[in-house]
């Protein structure tokens, strides 16, 4: 018969390798649970103590993560986002310069003295107003000015 520390250490591998594939915090804490169980299996501790303290040591692990480690790994995150400005022209009313043809997705607008690439959910012929209503990539999704 296989030793239940044998099962918790490849319990606590599969863990990890899911974390490391997903990087989303969402399996590290069950591995933590695994080796501390492992360990005390390995100390002699009965395989309901086992499965308990691994419960409660996941469980514990799981609500330091969300209470104060990813805020912190949210923090980082947005501080390395960087912003182009551009978001700044939601909302802003331009005018068609180029046709805009919604089954190609083609045509362009000037908004703020700028041409851009645009796209629209309808046709739009040349010279009509627009408003911005969104941004794709580097396409302004545009929808007629009221």
């Known amino acids: 018969m296989v030793s239940w520390w044998v099962i918790w250490l490849v319990i606590a ?75 700044r022209l939601i909302g802003r009313e331009g005018i068609v310069i180029v046709p805009l043809n919604r089954t190609e997705g083609k045509g362009q607008v000037k908004v703020d003295g700028q041409i851009w690439s645009a796209k629209a959910d309808a046709d739009i012929a040349e010279g009509i107003k627009v408003v911005v209503k969104s941004i794709e990539g580097v396409k302004l999704v545009v929808e007629i000015a009221p």
């Open 13 to 87: 591998i599969i863990m990890i390798i899911i974390e490391v594939v997903t990087t989303g915090l969402a399996t590290l804490w069950f591995a933590v649970g695994a080796i501390v169980a492992m360990i005390m299996d390995l100390c002699g501790a009965p395989l309901t103590a086992q499965i308990i303290v691994m419960a409660v040591v996941s469980i514990v692990c799981f609500a330091l993560c969300m209470i104060w480690v990813r805020p912190k790994l949210e923090t980082l995150r947005k501080k390395n986002i960087q912003r182009t400005n551009a978001d």
